[in-house]
């Protein structure tokens, strides 16, 4: 698993961020961090093990309220539209098509922010 940090353009945002190899240590980093540790997941839908939908199913079902309800958006190379829904149907907040900007990361965090407020 990787750890880092990293600052936006303006340098006014601070990113943290954990990388799971597969799916499956996806779910465990949410199950067992502290509930207050990830405010958003990136999912990536093709990952070894367990993919994302799944993943974010499983999330979803997690005992505490707040893990289960933490946005989650798609960061995929499927760019159908029914890419997109199934995301959705799965319990997704958003979806990304890599490969991924800045502006699109920024536009889907404002909508999935604004939601949360």
Avoid: W
């Avoid at 006014?12 to 465990?28: K, P, Y």
């Amino acid at each position: 698993m990787e750890s880092g940090t990293c600052n936006s353009h303006s340098g006014r945002n601070r990113i943290q961020f954990d990388c799971a190899e597969d799916g499956i240590e996806a779910v465990n980093i949410i199950n067992e961090a502290p509930e207050d540790k990830y405010d958003l997941v990136l999912m990536d839908i093709q990952m070894p093990k367990m993919d994302g939908y799944t993943a974010t199913r499983e999330i979803r079902t997690l005992s505490n309220n707040k893990k289960a309800n933490i946005p989650i958006v798609a960061m995929t190379a499927n760019a159908f539209e029914e890419d997109r829904q199934k995301a959705f149907e799965c319990g997704m907040n958003g979806h990304i098509v890599k490969p991924i900007d800045m502006k699109s990361i920024a536009k889907i965090l404002d909508q999935i922010f604004m939601d949360i407020k």
